[in-house]
């Protein structure tokens, strides 16, 4: 843990992780939480706001009402802050996070494919993001870079990604060697979800699933509010499961995954193979909503294969909510309602009752801002 994170105590790192991850939050409401009486709650409150890592807010009600507004406690998002960055295939960006999830600064990075390149990069984007922000080394307090792949998060090394052509990689070392900084590395996947925790719509959900839609299909749950990683990481694997036998040959070296069906290139793939003359998902959907046979065809049949994984992932963990998230544009309206609908006739009725099925198209830095997440969730939630 970065060393500023080090001086609270229990007492207090369990105040921190309640204002980070459910706050802004009241006097009440967190002596409750921590099972405190008001003098301890007063002497913890007072530590950290001279600490200037919380501060108070005035509560914004949402009907005007008589008498003072609440104070509530929340994070000071100038405090300190978060570098993260995606190592995909395209040009990655730095993104550096303060406190609270908001992004203060990018910088681009060349692509390379060569991890000590790689961490050589980064370590200068580092140096720029600080320059550019005016912030003192010390108050950044960590680096999460997201992978697709296989990633041993103890170990911190890629195990393996077929995209980057990575097998054993210690990339969180390499780039802690080169910028002394606490270095996080993990699936893309699951840093979707560590963000959808800690900054997005699941902060108050113990069982949610994220599935994302990019260059391939990915997918990461937290179970009883934590990360499910799995014995060799690959927990969530759903875009490897086998949906076709004998079906197409797929880049994990099988055949028939799902990514062959549902992923982006795939329904591209199968567009073209039919005879469509189309560059973008969108103009299959454009076809397909004047009732063009064969674009409803293969929506259809990328649409409800996806819809049937996800059926299956809420029969085994039977979450509270599963948060699709398309970063690729691929998720039109007859797709979306294809998956709605699968879902809901494959699950069992009391489930389907009560699942939260919710869809958000995402662009720009995002993937950058989840794996600055990945470094945020050490410092609030330590292990």
């Known amino acids: 843990m970065p060393a500023m994170a080090r001086k609270f105590n229990a007492s207090q790192q369990a105040m921190i992780h309640l204002i980070a991850t459910m706050g802004p939050l009241s006097r009440t409401r967190l002596a409750r939480a921590l099972g405190v009486g008001k003098p301890a709650l007063t002497a913890l409150t007072r530590t950290l706001i001279e600490a200037g890592i919380v501060l108070e807010a005035r509560e914004e009600a949402e009907e005007p009402r008589q008498g003072r507004p609440s104070m509530l406690l929340a994070m000071n998002p100038d405090y300190g802050y978060f570098a993260g960055v995606s190592i995909t295939l395209e040009q990655p960006v730095l993104v550096l996070v303060d ?3 908001h992004v203060t600064a990018r910088v681009e990075l060349p692509f390379s494919r060569d991890p000590d390149t790689v961490a050589a990069q980064i370590a200068e984007g580092v140096d720029v993001l600080i320059a550019e922000a005016g912030i003192p080394r010390e108050r950044l307090f960590g680096i999460g870079v ?12 890629c195990l393996n990604s077929t995209h980057l052509d990575w097998h054993n990689i210690p990339l969180a070392r390499l780039i802690r060697e080169k910028t002394g900084l606490p270095a996080y590395l993990e699936n893309d996947a699951k840093t979707a979800a560590t963000r959808e ?3 997005g719509e699941a902060r108050i959900l113990d069982d949610f699933a994220v599935v994302t839609i990019g260059d391939g299909v990915g997918c990461a749950s937290f179970i009883d509010g934590k990360l499910r990683r799995g014995h060799n990481g ?8 086998t949906v076709e036998t004998g079906g197409r040959p797929c880049k994990c070296g099988k055949r028939g995954c799902l990514d062959t069906v549902a992923a982006p290139g795939a329904i591209l793939h199968d567009a073209r193979g039919a005879g469509l003359k189309v560059a973008t998902i969108a103009e299959i959907e454009h076809l397909a909503a004047r009732n063009d046979p064969v674009a409803l065809d293969v929506l259809h049949r990328a649409g409800a294969t996806l819809g049937a994984v ?4 809420v029969q085994v963990n039977d979450p509270e909510a599963v948060f699709v ?3 690729s544009a691929a998720i039109g309206t007859l797709i979306r309602t294809l998956i709605q609908q699968t879902v809901g006739a494959n699950v069992l009725p009391d489930m389907g009752a009560t699942l939260r099925l919710t869809f958000s198209r995402v662009s720009g830095d ?3 801002q989840t794996a600055a997440s990945v470094a945020a969730h050490k410092f609030f939630v330590p292990d």
């Open 325 to 327: 998230i398309d970063t």
């Open 99 to 101: 406190l609270v999830g």
């Open 310 to 313: 996800i059926a299956h992932l």
């Open 234 to 241: 690959g927990a969530g694997e759903i875009a490897h499961t």
């Open 146 to 157: 997201a992978v697709s792949g296989l990633v041993d998060a103890g170990h911190e090394i």
């Open 197 to 199: 925790k800690l900054f």
């Open 366 to 368: 995002f993937w950058s």
